[in-house]
């Protein structure tokens, strides 16, 4: 861990260096333009950011997700994106973001957060392939997991933001 992190939530003049990051780690512009779809859209649930020494080093964004279930819709979460500076990574900064909002989004009471990402990696923070397999998704594949704090529904279809359509 980097000592001096500070993790908080996302602010209105962090936008163009969030931009910048995503686009730097993912080597494209693809998901900074998915953010700011799903904030103009209103679909943030939750985004923080990481900064050291003031500098902006890593974002997390979950926007609401949908479970359609034959006779109800249960509300959850997709973690999506998240992301480190090249060159930071692999310092605990990720982690740093996963933890600290994860434990908001308990406190807050939802319930079920699904990633598309590394089983590896996400299976350290609970998420399983095993606990989203009953989900009917456009991504359904092994590597879309979910990880449940309570109760929380395993079938269903998984409804994305529609800023996730364009992808």
Do not use: K
């Amino acid at each position: 861990m980097i000592r001096g992190l500070v993790i908080r939530e996302a602010q209105d003049a962090d936008v163009d260096g969030i931009r910048d990051l995503l686009t730097d780690a993912f080597a494209g512009a693809g998901e900074a333009l998915l953010v700011e779809r799903l904030r103009r859209q209103g679909d943030r649930v939750l985004e923080l950011v990481a900064t050291h020494e003031g500098t902006l080093v890593g974002e997390l964004f979950f926007s609401r997700l949908e479970v359609a279930g034959e006779h109800e819709t249960f509300p959850a979460l997709a973690l999506a994106p998240l992301a480190v500076t090249p060159g930071r990574q692999r310092t605990g900064i990720g982690t740093a973001l996963v933890e600290n909002a994860h434990h908001m989004l308990q406190v807050a009471g939802e319930r079920l957060s699904v990633v598309l990402g590394d089983a590896a990696y996400y299976g350290r923070f609970g998420y399983r392939h095993a606990r989203a397999a009953g989900f009917d998704s456009d991504y359904q594949c092994e590597h879309l997991q979910a990880l449940a704090w309570g109760e929380a529904p395993t079938a269903g279809r998984l409804r994305y933001a529609s800023a996730f359509a364009g992808l």
